[in-house]
C-alpha cells in the first residue's frame, strides 16, 4: 500500500471530497449533472485515486486472504471498467429530462457516490 500511495503522492486522506448532506441530495446532484451532461460535475462525484487507497481498500475483502491482492490491482480493476460505463451513462441518459421520485423505502447503503459507471448501492 505505501507505494501505492507514494505513486499517486499528497498527504492522507480521512474523507471524501465534495459529498452532500444526504442521499437524497446526492441523487439529485447527480441527476442534475447527468440531465446536463456536465461531466466535470459528474467527475466530481467520482472516487478518486487519492481516495481509495485510505476510504475504500482497507475494509476491502482484497486486503485478506484467500482474495489479497494489492491496492494497485483492486484500483485498476474498478477503474477500467467504470470509464466505458460512464461513456455508456451519458449517451444513454445525458441530456434527456430525468427526475428524481425519492429513495426506495427499504434500508439502502451507498458504498460509494459515483464512479464513472454509476452509483452502486448495496
Excluded: C, H
Aim: aromatic share 8%; net charge positive.
Amino acid at each position: 500500500m505505501r507505494r501505492f500511495n507514494d505513486d499517486i503522492g499528497g498527504e492522507n486522506i480521512s474523507s471524501l471530497k465534495g459529498g452532500a448532506p444526504s442521499r437524497d441530495s446526492l441523487l439529485r446532484q447527480f441527476l442534475k449533472a447527468l440531465q446536463a451532461s456536465d461531466t466535470t460535475a459528474l467527475k466530481g462525484m467520482d472516487l478518486n485515486s487519492r481516495e481509495f487507497p485510505w476510504l475504500v481498500y482497507p475494509e476491502s475483502p482484497y486486503t485478506k486472504p484467500p482474495y489479497t491482492q494489492g491496492p494497485a490491482l483492486v484500483w485498476n480493476q474498478i477503474e477500467n471498467p467504470s470509464s466505458s460505463g460512464f461513456t455508456r451513462l451519458l449517451r444513454r441518459l445525458g441530456g434527456r429530462e430525468l427526475a428524481f421520485t425519492g429513495t426506495p423505502a427499504r434500508k439502502t447503503r451507498i458504498t460509494r457516490a459515483i464512479t464513472p459507471s454509476g452509483l452502486t448501492a448495496v
